[in-house]
């Protein structure tokens, strides 16, 4: 589909956006001018890549309650408002990988503090000003990292397929809810990826056989860009 909206000025927020995906999310947005602003946990890789790309640094844990809403105010007064919202942010649970049986409470707990509750406090803290955007015409949107292990049954993957499960649907059900606010939200799975998060699922995994984290954002950012061209066709009366 081609798509009318540029991505000069496009206010992003990335969560994890120091390795993997959200570090060639991060590069590829500001590369292309969109006002980039990331979260990650360590203050020196947030330092490096905010000095590599000039986008916004955020030093923050967004499996952190108290965390959430000081990255969105910072993310607000850094990029004067929010036009996507990109929850990228991602934890395993049991590193290695353990049987339902044999996960601990609390590395149940870990998964869900940040793929489920982080994705969903965030998201939550930044509404106003995505609705906000939407009411703008400039498009507001939401996309959750999902994963295949959200919908198929992968033994030793419970608590981050479970989590990511919930995600998924939790974002099918709040894109219901605000369709009057203008707001779209989407659960996307990139695919296997050769990334550290990966690498620690499946240290024996051969890199060749799995995609480049630079690829899965490019697709991204491309499905980005057509739901927010659907977007602008529907704030303009036309029918997508």
Known sequence: MQTSIDLQ?????VTGGTSGLGLALVRQLTAKAACVAFVARSAANVERVSAETGALGIVADISRKDDIYPIAMQVTAGLGGVDVLINNASSLGPVPLALLADTDCEKLEAALAVNLLGAFRLTKALFGALAASAREGRGALVVNISSDAAVNAYPGWGAYGASKAALAHL??????????????????????????????ALPDADPSTLKAPELAAAEIIEKMLD?????ARLLAGEHA
């Open 171 to 200: 974002t099918a059900i709040w894109d219901e809810e605000v369709k009057d606010d203008g707001i779209r939200l989407l659960a996307l799975d990139p695919g296997d990826m050769d990334t550290p998060l990966h690498a620690l």
């Open 227 to 231: 739901a927010l061209s659907v977007q």
């Open 9 to 13: 000025g496009l206010r992003v927020t």
